[in-house]
């Protein structure tokens, strides 16, 4: 071999090296590297490496069209606007926190109304419910039951997402499990904030008794309810859609309650979005076009609504 073979032969063996190292290098720094600096290494930003825990945390955010209850002096009652409290009864206890309701004064307005929607979130019937409430721009109220919450956090979170308000209608909705006792519907309610927290990052202060308070609360619930800082919310326009009603009929019975003009100040309607209220959601669209048409104003409950009676 030759003075210039062997000279083209080193360089030939020391840029095959090179050439190793170079595509060598990357893998050894993935494989070495923990998950979120990976993430950097392959160019994406670190906030978007996917997540272990699929709950998201989006509390307090301003794209939410929310008012949160934090003890925050420049977080004042927002008028109109759905509460959320960034605490649960628990964390309110621990910290010494203030549990009561604020004193807020009640809205009456000249013609108001409170859509309000109970035993969801449902897979089938509350999507087009929310998809109907945007389509008219107006905002509504749901009491969500907590083991149906669980299954549907992505229904949940939409709902919240898009500024309607969230409360608490039990864990399990079963009326000889629920009314043992004021401490057994208290249980159910701490529950469920809990599965509402996980999945939207705030909890309710708005709660609503399956089949109405009238007739299961004693004086100990009340007192309870009161205690805590949960605001009982009951209805004064039935929709009458938790039998095999029509659309139709549905519709029949509101237009037919709202001739009690009393009620024109704050009117809170019943509906259902849960399994089996289609003809609810049918109902929907002509519901809103009433009140519409009558110039009514759309609020979601929060301390400032009245009581029903
Ligand atoms: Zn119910």
Not at 112 to 137: A, M, W
Request: proline share 6%.
């Amino acid at each position: 071999m030759n003075n210039t073979s062997r000279f083209f032969h080193t360089v030939c063996g020391l840029s095959a090296i090179c050439l190793l190292l170079l595509v060598s290098s990357p893998l050894a720094l993935l494989a070495f590297a923990d998950f979120n600096s990976s993430a950097s290494v392959i160019g994406l930003p670190l906030e978007q490496a996917p997540s272990q825990s699929t709950a998201i945390n989006t509390s307090p955010n301003q794209n939410v069209d929310a008012y949160y209850i934090n003890e925050n002096p420049d977080n004042p009652p927002t008028a109109a606007k759905p509460v959320y409290d960034v605490f649960t009864v628990e964390e309110r206890q621990a910290r010494g926190l203030v549990l009561e309701v604020p004193k807020v004064s009640q809205y009456y307005g000249e013609k108001v109304v409170y859509l309000t929607f109970d035993d969801g979130p449902d897979p089938e019937n509350t999507p087009v419910i929310l998809d109907i409430l945007k389509s008219n721009s107006i905002k509504a109220t749901f009491f969500v039951v907590g083991n149906e919450a669980e299954k549907y956090p992505d229904i949940l979170r939409r709902i919240y997402q898009e500024g309607h308000a969230i409360g608490n209608h039990s864990y399990n909705h079963v009326y000889r499990d629920l009314y043992q006792s004021a401490n057994s519907y208290i249980a159910q309610l701490r529950h469920t904030d809990d599965v509402i927290k996980k999945a939207i990052g705030v909890r309710p202060r708005i709660s609503r008794a399956p089949g109405g308070s009238a007739g299961s609360f004693t004086k100990e619930y009340w007192g309870a309810l009161n205690k805590l800082g949960y605001i009982e919310v009951g209805w004064n326009i039935s929709s009458g859609d938790a039998s095999s009603a029509k659309a139709n009929r549905i519709l029949n019975n509101i237009v037919s309650q709202m001739e009690n003009k009393n009620l024109w100040s704050h009117a809170i309607v019943l509906m259902h979005d849960g399994r089996g209220h289609a003809e609810t959601v049918k109902a929907l669209t002509d519901i809103i076009k009433y009140y519409k048409e009558r110039k009514f104003e759309f609020r979601v409950v929060n301390f400032e609504t009245p009581a029903p009676w």
